[in-house]
């Protein structure tokens, strides 16, 4: 079985950073596009980020200039490396990865819980 576990999340002030970081364990996988999403009480689970194997990137608007993915291969890692935070930034950050085992299938993490408040 295959599994995203994520860690990193916490409450940080606005203006601050924040690193959060989710790692596929498991055996005989391959790993392709991982994310990172993020739902708002009381609002839809958005995309924030997402990058390729080969590290072509895509960020969602709000996000763009402050927030930065980016992966390892070999450790099957991606990390959401959040700068200049703002209080709605404040979510539950989920892991997502397109992953092979023996067919091609969606995995999520269990959530990470990010809130930027003063």
């Known amino acids: 079985q295959v599994q995203l576990v994520e860690s990193g999340g916490g409450l940080v002030q606005p203006g601050g950073s924040l690193r959060v970081s989710c790692a596929a364990s498991g055996t005989r996988f391959s790993v392709y596009v991982m994310g990172w999403y993020r739902q708002a009480p009381g609002k839809q689970r958005e995309l924030v980020a997402r990058?390729?194997?080969?590290?072509?990137?895509n960020y969602a608007d709000s996000v763009k200039g402050r927030f930065t993915i980016s992966r390892d291969n070999a450790k099957n890692t991606v990390y959401l490396q959040m700068n200049s935070l703002k209080s709605e930034d404040t979510a539950i950050y989920y892991c997502?990865?397109?992953?092979?085992?023996?067919?091609?299938?969606?995995?999520w993490g269990q959530g990470t819980q990010v809130t930027v408040s003063s």
């Open positions: 997502y990865a397109d992953i092979l085992v023996s067919t091609m299938m969606g995995y």
């Open positions: 990058v390729s194997r080969a590290g072509r990137t």
